[in-house]
């Protein structure tokens, strides 16, 4: 992990300050759900919207990067065009108001763009188990201004993960 010093440059962090830090944020969890109960649940709730908004970005970027993990969809299971369009606009919306103090590690940042031009693309489709090249084009790029690497057999050849039956929408 990396931590900004008191002149603000960016160093490693050692395990100790790892760990105070970790033993820090848990004293404080512990007193918020002690003292405001009602917060910590209003907070767990946001957190696990902004992680079902991450996960199904990646679930779908995936699948529209992939052509043969993309056909193993479920074509009944299929997102409703309002429903993919939502999440992308969720996502758009944390990439408006996540900040980090060092842009390069901030995915939302790095894949705004991508995610305005697969947005548009996919205003323009009729959702099926085949995406046009347009979008392949552009969900790699998502992908890769993520950090997600391309799979060893490329995406072309990659089927999906190993545990996945396919993508669905998961919103």
């Given amino acids: 992990m990396r931590g900004q010093n008191k002149d603000g440059e960016f160093r490693s ?6 760990e105070e830090l970790r033993s820090t944020a ?3 969890l512990d ?3 002690a003292t ?20 199904g970005m990646l679930s779908l970027v995936s699948a529209f990067a992939a052509p043969r993990y993309l056909a193993k969809g479920n074509a009944d299971k299929r997102p409703t065009p309002e429903q993919l369009l939502g999440l992308f606009d969720d996502y ?5 108001n996540m900040n980090c103090a060092d842009e390069m590690d901030n995915p939302f940042a790095r ?3 991508p995610t305005r031009r697969l947005r548009a693309l996919l205003m323009r489709w009729d959702f099926s188990l085949t ?3 347009a979008i392949v084009e552009v969900a790699r790029e998502w992908l890769a ?14 089927e999906g993960p190993e545990e996945d039956e396919g993508p669905e929408s998961r919103g």
């Fill in 13 to 18: 962090r050692t395990h100790a300050e790892e």
């Fill in 26 to 28: 848990r004293k404080a």
């Fill in 31 to 33: 007193e918020l759900i």
């Fill in 36 to 55: 405001e109960p009602e917060r910590y649940r209003a907070t767990q709730e946001e957190l696990g919207k902004v992680m079902g908004t991450i996960c």
């Fill in 92 to 96: 758009l919306f944390l990439s408006e």
């Fill in 111 to 113: 894949t705004k763009e």
């Fill in 131 to 133: 995406a046009p090249d």
């Fill in 145 to 158: 201004a993520y950090g997600i690497p391309t799979p060893d057999e490329g995406w072309d050849r990659w």
